[in-house]
């Protein structure tokens, strides 16, 4: 049976190219990094190496990279550090009730440590508005945290302007770039953010390895005691062979993301517009500033599990929302943020396209999704035969 991979927001295959540079660092080049001898400094090196092609993936400076075991990591770094580091300056931060989990439950965390969030609301497109953010603030804002691109819904942010905000005010920007870093164009040296997340294994590379931006002069506490790795930003010995593949991971994205996201966009507006024939059909996200590779659609009168088991057993993987919370009952609440009832909320189906998507695998989703929306609907109650 064909099988066909949509699933490309909740992670992507190792580049081959990614795997041969990191094959080295398991055995051969097995050094610690912290160690003087030769083993230890070409382990080192290597490490600079990927720092220096991780930064330039989004107009960085070298010094300003700091890998983590993740984006989840990065966040939590980002949003802590800053909140720690800032205490005695205010205990205000801003948000979005749309951002990923990774940066909802340590904002609640700190609510528990007597911080103050505010959660600003979206549009029906997931848009966070820049007046919403300007009216939010207050004198004891510390931390403004928005995401570059919706997760589940591929929205793309207006964060240059809310950055323009935060830096009149004096305010640190963090965003949560996980879903655009390697697929869309970054230049940090023109956008104004602080703080940036990425993660290796969502643009080719392997799991277990991130970084966060920290732009120079930002105040923050390190949340990882220990060594004095990473320029003492984050203890623990490295994970070598995971950092030089993120650094090749970052290099092939930068020369093909122009390409890649033009090859992308048509697939996913064919598929968007396709899709919208099946009557009862409601596309989430903003129809054009929207991540190049994100379906995300409202199917309704279905579960959307109902419809991910009918095209899993047809070869094509897809999903409801984010990876992180596939498990959940309950709606995805980037969905209800705007404002979806629970039962739309439900009816959602995320397909996320990517290197090996072809104009042939768009065609075959469009030739087998009608006849499941079919099947299932007049299994449902809900639905009205006509």
Partial sequence: ????????????????????????????????????????????????????????????????????????????FAIKGVADANKKKGSHIITSAIEHHAVIEPCKFLETQGFKVTYLPVDEYGMVNPCDVRKAITDKTILISIMHANNEIGTIEPIE?????????????????????????????????????????????????????????????????????EHRRRASTENVPGIVGFGKAAEIAKSEVEEERKRLTVLRDKLIKNILQIENTRLNGHPSLRLPNNVNVSVEFIEGESMLLNLDLMGIAGSTGSACTSSALEPSHVLLALGLSPEVAHASLRLTLGSETTAGDVDYVLEVLPGIVKKLRLMSPLYKKK
């Fill in 1 to 76: 049976m064909k099988r066909i991979y949509m699933d490309y927001a909740a992670t992507t295959p190792t580049h081959p190219d990614v795997v041969k540079a990191m094959k080295p660092y398991f055995a051969d080049m097995f050094g610690n990094p912290s160690s003087i001898h030769s083993f230890g400094r070409e382990s080192k090196e290597a490490i600079e190496q990927a720092r220096d092609k991780v930064a330039n993936l989004v107009g960085a400076r070298n010094e300003e990279i700091v890998f983590t075991s993740g984006g989840t990591e990065a966040d939590n």
């Fill in 161 to 229: 302007e809310i950055g323009k905000i935060a830096s009149e005010k004096g305010i640190y920007f963090h965003t949560d770039a996980v879903q655009t870093a390697g697929h869309i164009p970054i230049n940090l040296k023109e956008l104004p953010v602080d703080l940036l997340s990425m993660s290796a294994h969502k643009l080719y590379g392997p799991k277990g390895v991130g970084a966060l931006y920290i732009r120079k002069g930002v105040r923050m506490i390190s949340f990882m005691h220990g060594g004095d790795q």
